[in-house]
């Protein structure tokens, strides 16, 4: 036989054989159950004679033409209910709501459903409808509005007590009962929340009214905030407006003051160098002629001293040699006497004498004694009058010295002379303005420059009058040496250095 044609008639058995196979298996969903009759089965829990077996979430396989398989729906259904419903009081009322339900997963529970529903499964709701219409009008007979309104899981939980067991018989079970809605036709619920609906609307109108006075109030101090928000603002501009007017007359009068107190700059300087030249100038003074002549006059006076020290140290040995020599002659003559008495004692004089040679000696000591300090006082004043005669020669010779200086460059020692002396000069010259209580300028802060300039610049004129002066007394031949001191100034009086120097 030829391979090919054994091919073939395998290939057509295998594939008679899948499509048999795929005619037999038949697989039930996981939302479905598979109800297969034709042939006596037992199934578990439900005993024999049942005539029909349940295959849920596995395939089997089914004969066809001998077994018959059926399919029963294991989903979610529903049904709206709306229920007229008389209470316990005889009040009717109309009940709104809605069950969720299923046929059970079990296996009585699907032969259950298989048995009443399984040609008729989309009359399914309408069967369930009844049965929850029946029992919720008897629930709610027995039940008051109040206890409807406040209790509504009650009502619930009643019915689906109610109608378990007959689900359960019809092989469905209730996922979810809920009341959504009581409708009251002749306004009894109206009625009753009436007062609730008063005391919350007198509630409500309290606190519009609470809310209305703190609405206000906000507004008001809002007002007045913003009123204080403006008068802030306003006086905040009028601050900067006279702080602006104030720049602007500072900005005008700017130029002015800076020219017065560039010269017034100015005039502080030019003191300054003044006072620094005057303190040149003494410097000057200082190394070229009191120094000088201070080294001359202090080495006369070192050796006027010398001198006299060596003169004073002569004097005082002399009268030390004096002093000495007189213990000496005393210490003699009473020996002597001593001895003169000791020898009239020995040879018998009288006391008389011997005492009589004492006196005479002690009035010979005595005598010694006064001569030595004689001599020693007139050596100690030898010593003073020598000291003072050193000394007023030390004195003549500086007072020569300043003299020759003087006469060498008398320009350079008054100089001296008034930068010593020139802050009472200066001191002197403002003194003037002491008395002044009241004083009108007529040029401003030009003419306080001025003025204080004037007043730091005399000691500069009161040099140029002590040179005049000294001219004029170097040129008289019969000028007077010394010169009455000036009476004194009053207060507030300046006297001119031309009137000091001269004595007028």
Not at 430 to 450: C, K, P, Q, Y
């Amino acid at each position: 036989m030829d391979i090919g044609v054994v091919a073939g008639v395998v290939l057509a058995a295998v594939l008679v054989l899948v499509g048999l196979f795929k005619l037999m298996w038949r697989v039930a969903e996981p939302n479905e159950a598979l109800v297969i009759s034709g042939s006596a089965h037992r199934t578990e829990g439900l005993g024999d004679g049942m005539g029909f077996r349940i295959v849920t979430g596995r395939g089997t396989l089914v004969l066809p033409g001998v077994q018959a398989v059926r399919k029963l729906s294991l989903d979610l259904n529903e049904t709206q209910l709306v229920v007229d419903c008389v209470t316990h009081q005889g009040i009717p009322l109309k009940v709104r709501g809605v069950v969720i339900f299923k046929v059970g997963d079990d296996t009585v529970s699907i032969a259950n459903a298989a048995r009443r529903f399984l040609d008729q499964q989309k009359m399914i709701p309408d069967r369930v409808h009844i049965v929850f219409a029946g029992h919720l009008r008897s629930i709610v007979g027995g039940l008051t509005v109040e206890d409807m309104i406040r209790d509504r899981e009650k009502l619930t939980g009643q019915t689906r007590a109610a109608c378990g067991s007959e689900m359960e018989k019809l092989g469905l079970i209730v996922e979810s009962l809920q009341i959504h809605e009581i409708e009251d036709p002749t306004g009894y619920i109206k009625n009753l929340a009436m007062p609730h609906a008063a005391a919350v609307q007198r509630d409500a109108r309290i606190a519009q009214a609470d809310a209305n006075l703190l609405a206000t109030e906000a507004e008001q101090a809002a007002f007045a905030r913003m009123s204080e928000a403006t008068r802030d603002s306003e006086i905040l501009q009028a601050g900067y407006q006279a702080e602006r007017d104030k720049a602007a007359a500072a900005a005008k009068q700017a130029g002015p003051l800076a020219e017065a107190a560039a010269r017034q700059e100015v005039v502080v300087q030019e003191t300054r160098v003044a006072e620094l030249e005057a303190d040149r100038r003494e410097q000057q003074l200082q190394a070229d002629v009191r120094k000088p002549a201070d080294a001359k006059a202090y080495e006369q006076r070192t050796l006027a001293e010398a001198d006299r020290d060596s003169r004073i140290s002569a004097a005082q040995a002399k009268a030390q040699e004096t002093e000495l020599a007189a213990a000496a002659e005393a210490t003699r003559v009473k020996a002597a006497a001593a001895a003169e008495a000791q020898a009239a004692e020995t040879r018998g004089l009288a006391n008389a004498k011997a005492t009589r040679a004492t006196g005479e000696a002690e009035a010979a000591a005595t005598q010694a004694r006064g001569l030595a300090e004689a001599e020693a006082a007139k050596a100690r004043g030898l010593a003073d009058a020598a000291s003072a005669k050193a000394k007023g020669l030390a004195e003549a010779e500086a007072i020569k010295a300043r003299a020759a200086a003087l006469a060498e460059n008398q320009e350079a020692v008054v100089a001296q002379q008034l930068a010593e002396n020139w802050p009472k000069i200066v001191e002197a010259g403002a003194g003037a303005f002491g008395n002044v209580e009241h004083m009108v300028l007529l040029n401003g802060a030009e003419g306080m420059s001025e003025m204080f300039a004037k007043a730091l610049t005399m000691g500069g004129t009161g040099l140029g009058l002590a040179r005049q002066l000294l001219s004029s007394m170097a040129q008289s031949p019969n000028h007077p040496t010394t010169t009455a001191p000036p009476a004194p100034a009053s207060a507030g009086e300046v006297i001119p250095i031309s009137e000091q120097a001269t004595g007028a």
